[in-house]
């Protein structure tokens, strides 16, 4: 059985395609003269609105990311402290604490943090490093150098950094400004910041560590 086959004639056919043609044509005309241009350009202000917003959100995370981890450190010390000051004061040996003043506080965790160098001297070029803890025997001071200081104000001069200290807290009972076994009476350690600082955020408010 022969098969019909229908197809258009010649002329139509070529109209016909030339008919799609300019109506394809005149489509991509009328959308990138009008609704494509307007929605590229809608799009383009929504992602650097969007990008600008983010940026800004990661800048500032930056350093609350910083501020926590040394807030965090700085807690984690105090709590340890006042478990061996409970500790030595159940068993009344509280005449023990004096030598854990001006130690390195990171001995007496059971974890240090990653950034933490060792203990260096002030002299040593790693100390130098942004984003490190350090501990100065000669000083006896805990270190940590900022590392994203645009927000960082400091009445430290030089570079951007914080520095701790245990301290022996007692009472001067002669007033010499220093412990004297047998006269002054020991209340505990205390971990002290040497200096005042803070962080600035974007709307003037600072946030301080004590």
Not at 140 to 167: A, C, D, H, W
Request: hydrophobic residues 35%; positive net charge; charged residues 20%.
């Amino acid at each position: 059985m022969k098969q019909t086959v229908f197809s258009l004639p010649h002329e139509s056919h070529i109209l016909f395609c030339r008919l799609v043609s300019k109506v394809n044509r005149a489509t991509v005309k009328r959308n990138n003269n009008g609704f494509s241009k307007l929605e590229f350009l809608v799009v383009v202000i929504l992602i650097s609105i969007i990008g600008a917003v983010v940026l800004n959100r990661m800048w500032s995370w930056r350093y609350e990311v910083e501020r926590t981890h040394i807030l965090t450190v700085v807690s984690n010390i105090r709590s340890v402290l006042g478990l061996q000051t409970a500790e030595l004061a159940s068993r009344g040996q509280l005449s023990q604490l004096p030598r854990l003043a001006g130690s390195n506080p990171f001995t007496l965790l059971k974890k240090t943090p990653k950034s933490y160098l060792g203990e260096l001297s002030k002299d040593d070029p790693k100390t130098q490093q942004p984003g490190i803890w350090y501990f100065d025997r000669q000083t006896k001071i805990l270190t940590y150098t900022i590392k994203y200081s645009e927000n960082f104000r400091s009445t430290l001069k030089g570079q951007p950094r914080v520095r701790f200290m245990i301290q022996l807290s007692y009472s001067d009972n002669n007033r010499n400004r220093r412990y004297d076994a047998g006269t002054d009476g020991i209340s505990g350690l205390n971990f002290i910041s040497l200096d005042k600082y803070h962080w600035e955020s974007s709307n003037k408010t600072t946030k301080t560590i004590k």
